[in-house]
């Protein structure tokens, strides 16, 4: 990327992002998606520190039986997968009596695997 291009990208993240603020009774739930994996985070803004996370790279936690598995079958880079991950950090949300969030989709467009992880995390009980 040129330094000119640079410079205007991080100009106009600089302007979303500003709008965009989690605090400790309302943290922001931050997605970011690569080719082959998605994941999600909920980060308190006002104490830097980010509060939980979820991603398609975790398959297996065999210490917590709790958590429901993503099927083998599924590729880590599919909806299916987005919606697994939005269900997975609705419930770690709720379990740390966090109800209300705001979404932060990192200047990507609302379609696809990002839709899906917040339809997920909506229906389990998460407010935008």
Known sequence: MKKKEKKIYLQQKKRYVKKIVGTSEKPRLAVYRSHSHIYAQL???????????????????????????????????????????????????????????VFDRGKKPYQGRIQSLAEGAREKGLLF
């Open 43 to 101: 980060i308190d803004d006002s104490h830097s520190s980010t509060l939980l996370s979820c991603s398609t790279l975790e398959k297996k936690e065999l210490s917590n039986p709790r958590v429901r598995l993503l099927p083998e079958a599924y590729s880590p880079s599919t909806k299916i997968a987005s919606k697994w991950v939005g269900e997975e950090i609705a419930i770690r949300a709720i379990e740390r009596n966090i109800h209300t969030i």
